[in-house]
């Protein structure tokens, strides 16, 4: 069975920081392509980063120098830092791993959410 749990949201003052983890089991992780994804209220969900199996990684415009995903292979783990948060970075932030799992293809799987609430 797969699993993505994230943890590590919460509310955070304009211009905070906030650390997002996302440990993930049933799935072949080293050479997984890991997201980040974000849904504000009321709209779409939107890719905030992406990492390869690689290290390669990749942002959406408005997060360029502020937000930073990194992974731990050994640990399961894809983490989202953020800093200097915004209130428009509000929203659900969702996990997404592009994997194989053990015996089958390569798939989207995608965790539960966790809320990020920037607020004074």
């Known amino acids: 069975q797969v699993q993505l749990v994230e943890s590590g949201g919460g509310l955070v003052q304009p211009g905070g920081s906030l650390r997002l983890s996302c440990t993930i089991s049933?799935?072949?992780?080293?050479?997984?392509?890991m997201y980040w994804y974000r849904q504000a209220p009321g709209k779409e969900r939107n890719l905030v980063a992406l990492?390869?199996?690689?290290?390669?990684?990749n942002y959406a415009d408005s997060m360029k120098g502020r937000f930073t995903i990194a992974r731990d292979n050994a640990k399961r783990t894809v983490y989202l830092q953020m800093n200097n948060v915004q209130a428009e970075d509000t929203g659900v932030y969702y996990c997404?791993?592009?994997?194989?799992?053990?015996?089958?293809?390569?798939?989207?799987?995608w965790g539960q959410g966790t809320q990020v609430t920037v607020s004074s």
């Open positions: 049933g799935i072949i992780f080293s050479t997984g392509t």
């Open positions: 997404k791993a592009f994997a194989e799992k053990y015996g089958s293809g390569f798939m989207h799987y």
């Open positions: 990492i390869t199996g690689a290290g390669t990684t």
